[in-house]
Structures are given as structure tokens and as C-alpha cells.
């Protein structure tokens, strides 16, 4: 039994990495020995779980079904580890989190929400804004930060998730707009530009098939400062916003919006928690990241299995 527990959690892995070599990379095991444990699951359980390609992995439809299982099994673990963690230490005292609004209200309050309810000992201020803000100057325990890459040699910098940009519509919108089919064609269309990015005007392609690269700059008649801002004018057919997909991924599988060229990827970001380094983390701080990194580990933040590395 403990030899297929392990196993599931090599297979979530493969997922997860879109890759054997990345599994085994992560693990600290051979390529050959993640092999052999997907190997082995798919000889018990008599199925296939995995089809494999020179440049591709994709899940058969046992395979979906069962990384469903598998990740409920890893989640439960990581509770579990949380669960004796909170037992064992008093949390109290104040604790200053860090976030952008949207962030904030979609996914730190409803990862954090038990947890809180569980330790009324703690005083929490969620301080929701786009603006960088100095964790020292501002008091903050654990930042949440969007970022291509991050290194700061005064702080611990922890990656949480992987998360893609798409561009996105609404379905109305698109079907009265001419045909897009090249990353050029944006140019003829409203494109709602979100001014708190860097290089607002650009956007950078990389086709996920060929691997053409093209940059493309828009002039936007429409702006915003807010992500839930850009979405509701998408929703409202006003125009093709770039989102980050966990801030999209519900209106996608709903089909209130869909995505605007989807074989062209934008750039991806990481989401890192980020705290001041010290020489003994609080315990409030580490359970609260604790916390964090299993929820971010459940979370879909990008489209799974595109070509494997």
C-alpha cells in the first residue's frame, strides 16, 4: 500500500512538471526510477494512465480521473502536516499580509478563511493594493508578488505557483469583431490596456506549436488600474483584456468569456510568497505559508500540458 501511495504522488508529480525528467528533477530520483513507478501503477491498476510522445505527455481519461484521486490524497497529507503544526504551536499576536485587491479577495481570504476561524489568537490585516510595498516600512509579514523572477538578497523569497497570462473575450465580442488568427490583428481591435504593468503597450508572443516569436504594440483606447475592472469590460463586450488565468479561469470554463488566440502564449509569471529573512521565522508566519503553499498547490493557475520539457 505505501508503494502505491508513493507512486501516486510520482504520478501527480509527472503531471504537475508536464515531464519525467522534471519529476524526477524535483523528487530527487532518476528518470529511469519515475518510469518505473508510473510503470508499475499502470500494471496494477491495469489501465493507462499516461499517453507518451518524443514532445508531448497528455492524461488518458483514467489518468484525469485518477490525478483527481491523487491530489486529494497529497492534499489530505499536507492538512494533516498542517493539522499537527497547529497543535503544536500557540499562534498569537499580529499578522500583516500583503496582496494585490484581487489577489486578495479571490484567493488569499478563501485559502486563509478556515485557518483564521481556527486561531482566534491572531490579528490579521490583509493590506490589499497594486503598489510595491516595503515589507519593512510597512510592517508586512508575507508579501504575495506577481513576477517573471524575484531575488532580493534581504528577503525569503518562496514560489508558489506557475501562473499564464491569456487574452480574453466575450463570446459577443468576438463573433461581430473581424477574424483574429495572428497576434497583428490585435491592432484592429479594442485592446484594454492595464496601466499598472510595465511595458503596458506591449505584448509578447510566442506561438506554442512553431515557436514563433512576435511582439506587437497596441495603443488602447481604454485603461484601467484594476484587473476586476478590465474583466467586467471584457464581460461586457467592450474589448480583449490580457488576464492572468486564475483570474479568469471560472468565466472560461462557463463560457461567459473564451480565449483570444490560444495557440499563442504569453508570458508566464510566478507567484512568490515573500517574507523578511530573519534568523528564526515566527511560527504565525510559517503555518500561514504553510497554508498558502497548499492551497496554491490544488489551484489550476495555468493550461496543463502543453509540450513537455
Not at 518510469?35 to 489501465?47: A, G, P, T, Y
Not at 485559502?111 to 493590506?127: K, M, P, Y
Not at 510597512?138 to 506577481?146: E, Q, S, V, W
Request: proline share 3%.
Amino acid at each position: 500500500m505505501l508503494d502505491q501511495l508513493r507512486a501516486m504522488g510520482v504520478f501527480a508529480c509527472v503531471v504537475e512538471n508536464n515531464s519525467f525528467s522534471g519529476a524526477a528533477k524535483e523528487l530527487g530520483i532518476t528518470t529511469s526510477a519515475v518510469s518505473q513507478q508510473i510503470r508499475s501503477l499502470e500494471q496494477d491498476m491495469d489501465v493507462v494512465l499516461l499517453h507518451r510522445s518524443t514532445r508531448k505527455l497528455s492524461l488518458t481519461e483514467a489518468g484525469q480521473a485518477f490525478l483527481h484521486s491523487c491530489q486529494e490524497m497529497l492534499s489530505a497529507a499536507e492538512r494533516g502536516k498542517v493539522r499537527i503544526n497547529e497543535l503544536r504551536d500557540d499562534l498569537v499576536g499580529e499578522l500583516r499580509i500583503a496582496s494585490t485587491p484581487e489577489l486578495c479577495a479571490n484567493h488569499i481570504t478563501p485559502a486563509l478563511a478556515h485557518w483564521l476561524s481556527a486561531h482566534r489568537g491572531l490579528s490579521v490585516h490583509f493590506e490589499a493594493d497594486n503598489q510595491y510595498i516595503d515589507l519593512m516600512e510597512g510592517r508586512i509579514d508575507i508579501a504575495l508578488r506577481l513576477s517573471p523572477n524575484l531575488d532580493d538578497q534581504n528577503l525569503s523569497v518562496i514560489p508558489l505557483a506557475r501562473v499564464e497570462q491569456v487574452l480574453v473575450a466575450s463570446p459577443s465580442f468576438i463573433n461581430h469583431s473581424s477574424l483574429i488568427t495572428r497576434p497583428e490583428d490585435l491592432a484592429a481591435h479594442d485592446v484594454i490596456a492595464l496601466n499598472m504593468m510595465k511595458n503596458q503597450n506591449t505584448y509578447s508572443f510566442e506561438n506554442t506549436i512553431s515557436g514563433e516569436k512576435v511582439n506587437v504594440d497596441i495603443s488602447s483606447r481604454l485603461s484601467t488600474n484594476n484587473v476586476l475592472a478590465a474583466k467586467s469590460m471584457c464581460l461586457h463586450h467592450q474589448g480583449i483584456a490580457k488576464i492572468l488565468f486564475l483570474d479568469v479561469q471560472k468565466d472560461l470554463m462557463q463560457g461567459s468569456l473564451i480565449e483570444v488566440l490560444p495557440e499563442w502564449k504569453l508570458p508566464a509569471f510566478t507567484l512568490y510568497a515573500v517574507v523578511v529573512k530573519q534568523e528564526e521565522a515566527q511560527a504565525k508566519v510559517l503555518r500561514c505559508l504553510d497554508v498558502l503553499k497548499q492551497y496554491f498547490s490544488q489551484l489550476s493557475c495555468g493550461r496543463v500540458y502543453q509540450e513537455a520539457s
